[in-house]
């Protein structure tokens, strides 16, 4: 029974050796087919039987080029349970390129589950590999799937650069259809940043290698963004334009948001007539949710204005301001989240600085422990003049120590004042929002017919900067932008009251005398005059921080 037994397991052993090696070679014929015929690959990996993978490596390989084909193929995967497999394998693994494909992968399915943060982490964790393997289509994988996460979170300038990246790599890769596709990144985040020339500079360059590749998809979604950027810049004819090249060259039917860029472009032209015919298709093919019918009763109030129809046009607006004001909470929270987690990062890399210093300073201890230990031995049988050279060539390691630890300080007060001024540029550039709305609100004021947008741009501006929450907001901002001014504030002019207090608060941050005498209600020559006494009242004062309280108030 027991030689039956060591027979039957040899038998077995023989029989899975045999089955793995017939798989491997499948999975090499996959990976052949991968790039070019991504479909061929997945038809032969849906013939392989997992349940016959016996070797770790075998699944881990299966796993990785079975989640390569799918992505490769545009199906959508929100489980993890399969690349999984292979970044569990590959992650302590040798192998760079399968562990670099391997975290790439999960941070994908992360995405597609709306995991940004988890999925941002991971990229950024894989980019060392991806540095050190020298591939740059890799790398421009890796920077496009970054920036669109940028994007998503309506972080335009962070989607820009890594955008710049990805086009950077792909054109290096030689990849023309990714490099289109990075090109029209990066247009769209111009055109998000209101810098209209560049993005249309760009998205004609994407348009030109869509052309030339005859890709009509990509080309005509191209054309769509060329159509809004047009708008944006205040030119309807290059906007209608752009949107007849997308049905007459390339056939292809407008969406609903493509009807609503015509009806705008014959509304900016006067042409009301047409504006209300494509404004009716609009309406038609608009899908339902909140943010698709935002848009048109966006594209629909002002051309009823136009027409007269005022009750008509007020609805329109009515209908959009919830989600107006959804989306200016969202980007408000927004930048409140990004300037924390540039907090976090600056605070981590302190962290890995001075840990780097620590262990550079244990080094050159043990170093000099070593030396002392050498002199006090060779001074036992060395000569007089021997020991003067060992003590000469050990004062110029303590100069060279000292040297270096300068370097270092130097390093480290240059990085400082970077990120300083990064600080102070990102709070000028999140409170833009605030500016932008109070000048809505200082433009409608007094019109009977916009009285009920005028209302809810005010509610906003209360909420937001008139409230005790908003104020400490604001305040928190200040203080971690100007090393606490604050509070030193508070501290040497303890006699200043709360509307002083405000005034001072909201000029640190940055917002215009229009959009003060807004929050404070007083008439902006009034508030021009409330700074000249308070700045004044400052200048007269003998406290230490004078001079950084006039300056921030300039």
Request: proline share 2%.
């Given at each position: 029974?027991?030689?039956?037994?060591?027979?039957?397991?040899?038998?077995?052993?023989?029989?899975?050796?045999?089955?793995n090696?017939t798989?491997?070679?499948?999975?090499?014929?996959?990976?052949?087919?991968?790039q070019?015929?991504?479909?061929?690959?997945?038809?032969?990996?849906?013939?392989v039987?997992?349940?016959?993978?016996?070797?770790?490596?075998?699944?881990?390989?299966?796993?990785?080029l079975?989640?390569?084909?799918?992505?490769?193929?545009?199906?959508?995967?929100?489980?993890?349970?399969?690349?999984?497999?292979?970044?569990?394998?590959?992650?302590?693994?040798?192998?760079?390129?399968?562990?670099?494909?391997?975290?790439?992968?999960?941070?994908?399915?992360?995405?597609?589950?709306?995991?940004?943060?988890?999925?941002?982490?991971?990229?950024?964790?894989?980019e060392?590999?991806?540095?050190?393997?020298?591939?740059?289509?890799?790398?421009?994988?890796?920077?496009?799937?970054?920036?669109?996460?940028?994007?998503?979170?309506?972080?335009?300038?962070?989607?820009?650069?890594?955008?710049?990246?990805?086009?950077?790599?792909?054109?290096?890769?030689?990849?023309?259809?990714?490099?289109s596709?990075?090109?029209y990144?990066?247009?769209?985040?111009?055109?998000?940043?209101?810098?209209?020339?560049?993005?249309?500079r760009?998205?004609?360059?994407?348009?030109?290698?869509?052309?030339?590749?005859?890709?009509?998809?990509m080309?005509?979604?191209?054309?769509?963004?060329?159509?809004?950027?047009?708008?944006?810049?205040?030119?309807?004819?290059?906007?209608?334009?752009?949107?007849?090249?997308?049905?007459?060259?390339?056939?292809?039917d407008?969406?609903?948001?493509?009807?609503?860029?015509?009806?705008?472009?014959?509304?900016?032209?006067?042409r009301?007539?047409?504006?209300?015919?494509?404004?009716?298709?609009?309406?038609?093919?608009?899908?339902?949710?909140?943010?698709?019918?935002?848009?048109?009763?966006?594209?629909?109030?002002?051309?009823?204005?136009?027409?007269?129809?005022?009750?008509?046009?007020?609805?329109?607006?009515?209908?959009?301001?919830?989600?107006?004001?959804?989306?200016?909470?969202?980007?408000?929270?927004?930048?409140?989240?990004?300037?924390?987690?540039?907090?976090?990062?600056?605070?981590q890399?302190?962290?890995?600085?001075?840990?780097?210093?620590a262990?550079?300073?244990?080094?050159?201890?043990?170093?000099?422990?070593?030396?002392?230990?050498?002199?006090?031995?060779?001074?036992?049988?060395?000569?007089?003049?021997?020991?003067?050279?060992?003590?000469?060539?050990?004062?110029?390691?303590?100069?060279?120590?000292?040297?270096?630890?300068?370097?270092?300080?130097?390093?480290?007060?240059?990085?400082?004042?970077?990120?300083?001024?990064?600080?102070?540029?990102?709070?000028?550039?999140?409170?833009?929002?605030?500016?932008?709305?109070?000048?809505?609100?200082?433009?409608?004021?007094g019109?009977?017919?916009?009285?009920?947008?005028?209302?809810?741009?005010?509610?906003?501006?209360?909420?937001?900067?008139?409230?005790?929450?908003g104020?400490?907001?604001?305040?928190?901002?200040?203080?971690?932008?100007?090393?606490?001014?604050?509070?030193?504030?508070?501290?040497?002019?303890?006699?200043?009251?709360?509307?002083?207090?405000?005034?001072?608060?909201?000029i640190?941050?940055?917002?215009?005398?229009?959009?003060?005498?807004?929050?404070?209600?007083?008439?902006?020559?009034?508030?021009a005059?409330?700074?000249?006494?308070?700045?004044?009242?400052i200048?007269?004062?003998?406290?230490?921080?004078?001079?950084?309280?006039?300056?921030?108030?300039?």
């Amino acid at each position: 029974m027991r030689y039956f037994l060591i027979i039957l397991s040899f038998i077995f052993a023989m029989v899975a050796c045999q089955s793995n090696t017939t798989i491997q070679e499948e999975l090499s014929q996959a990976e052949a087919y991968l790039q070019k015929t991504p479909d061929r690959a997945l038809h032969i990996l849906e013939q392989v039987d997992p349940s016959r993978i016996w070797r770790n490596s075998i699944r881990a390989r299966y796993a990785l080029l079975y989640s390569m084909a799918l992505d490769k193929n545009y199906i959508f995967v929100e489980s993890d349970s399969l690349i999984r497999i292979a970044r569990d394998f590959y992650r302590h693994s040798n192998d760079l390129r399968s562990r670099y494909l391997s975290k790439f992968y999960y941070g994908l399915v992360l995405h597609n589950q709306k995991e940004n943060v988890e999925a941002l982490i991971n990229y950024l964790e894989a980019e060392s590999d991806a540095l050190r393997l020298e591939d740059p289509y890799l790398l421009g994988m890796l920077y496009n799937e970054i920036s669109d996460i940028y994007k998503s979170q309506y972080d335009y300038p962070n989607s820009l650069k890594y955008a710049q990246k990805s086009y950077k790599n792909y054109h290096l890769a030689g990849k023309n259809h990714h490099s289109s596709y990075a090109l029209y990144n990066i247009g769209k985040a111009y055109a998000e940043l209101e810098q209209p020339d560049s993005a249309e500079r760009y998205l004609l360059a994407s348009l030109d290698i869509s052309e030339s590749l005859r890709d009509t998809a990509m080309a005509s979604y191209t054309l769509a963004n060329l159509a809004i950027t047009y708008i944006a810049d205040d030119k309807p004819e290059a906007t209608i334009a752009a949107l007849w090249k997308i049905r007459r060259q390339w056939h292809t039917d407008w969406s609903y948001s493509e009807y609503t860029f015509m009806a705008t472009a014959y509304r900016m032209m006067n042409r009301l007539d047409s504006a209300l015919h494509y404004l009716g298709y609009a309406k038609i093919k608009a899908p339902s949710d909140p943010q698709s019918q935002a848009q048109l009763n966006i594209t629909a109030a002002p051309i009823h204005m136009k027409t007269g129809a005022y009750r008509q046009a007020a609805e329109e607006y009515r209908h959009s301001a919830q989600v107006q004001d959804s989306l200016v909470r969202i980007s408000l929270r927004q930048s409140y989240a990004n300037l924390h987690r540039d907090y976090i990062e600056e605070q981590q890399h302190a962290t890995s600085n001075a840990l780097y210093i620590a262990r550079q300073k244990l080094g050159l201890m043990a170093a000099l422990v070593v030396i002392i230990i050498l002199f006090i031995g060779y001074v036992a049988y060395a000569s007089r003049r021997k020991r003067q050279q060992m003590e000469v060539q050990y004062m110029t390691a303590i100069d060279d120590v000292q040297q270096a630890n300068q370097i270092l300080l130097l390093r480290l007060e240059r990085q400082k004042r970077a990120d300083t001024k990064g600080m102070r540029h990102l709070i000028k550039d999140r409170f833009g929002i605030v500016n932008e709305l109070a000048a809505t609100y200082y433009e409608c004021k007094g019109a009977n017919e916009q009285k009920a947008i005028f209302n809810k741009v005010k509610t906003i501006l209360d909420t937001y900067a008139s409230s005790e929450a908003g104020k400490q907001e604001i305040e928190e901002l200040v203080n971690a932008c100007y090393n606490d001014v604050m509070a030193k504030v508070r501290q040497e002019l303890p006699l200043l009251k709360g509307p002083e207090l405000d005034l001072l608060r909201y000029i640190y941050a940055g917002f215009s005398l229009r959009v003060i005498s807004l929050f404070t209600g007083d008439s902006i020559n009034y508030t021009a005059v409330k700074k000249s006494r308070l700045k004044a009242k400052i200048a007269a004062s003998d406290v230490p921080s004078k001079e950084l309280f006039i300056n921030l108030m300039s």
